[in-house]
């Protein structure tokens, strides 16, 4: 069976997605977009990766031990990303991007850094490669976290 596009909502589709990048460059000059943009949604995706190598971990887990306590399984599928070969990278902390975002404002840019900082080497070259940790200051001047948390409610 053949997916058929509706080409409506496909364009639909596209322009809110122009929209919600443009509400965060912010006060991000055109030639600066790319160096906010495509970090964040290379950030995003590999988040996304994790939650859901994470969530299948957690299942695998639950099946063999139903009365396992939540901490407990946490830590277990920690310890799993931490240690396994079947996941090509990890975050050594529990931060997310949204859970970044509700915290405390004051604490943006430091608890950003340290989900930042908390990704595997082979990660980190590619943060490097971006020059990200000298963008997150200019994002959190310009005000970029809470149009994000405003527009991702996932």
């Not at 495509?38 to 971990?57: A, C, G, N, S, T």
């Not at 901490?71 to 990890?90: A, G, M, Q, W, Y």
Request: net charge positive.
């Amino acid at each position: 069976m053949t997916a058929t596009i509706n080409k409506s909502r496909l364009n639909n589709f596209a322009n809110q997605i122009w929209k919600s990048a443009e509400r965060l460059r912010g006060k991000f000059k055109g030639y600066e977009y790319q160096n906010v943009i495509m970090p964040m949604i290379i950030i995003r995706r590999l988040e996304y990766v994790l939650v859901d190598w994470r969530f299948k971990q957690a299942e695998k887990i639950m099946k063999g031990r139903p009365s396992i306590k939540p901490k407990e399984l946490e830590d277990l599928v920690k310890k799993l990303e931490l240690n396994s070969r079947n996941i090509p990278f990890s975050n050594k902390n529990s931060w997310a991007l949204r859970k970044i975002c509700d915290e405390d404002p004051t604490l943006l840019e430091k608890n950003f850094r340290a989900y930042i900082n908390g990704f595997s080497e082979n990660i980190q070259n590619i943060i490097n490669h971006f020059d990200f940790r000298a963008t997150i200051g200019k994002m959190v001047e310009a005000g970029i976290a809470e149009v994000w948390n405003e527009k991702n409610p996932d």
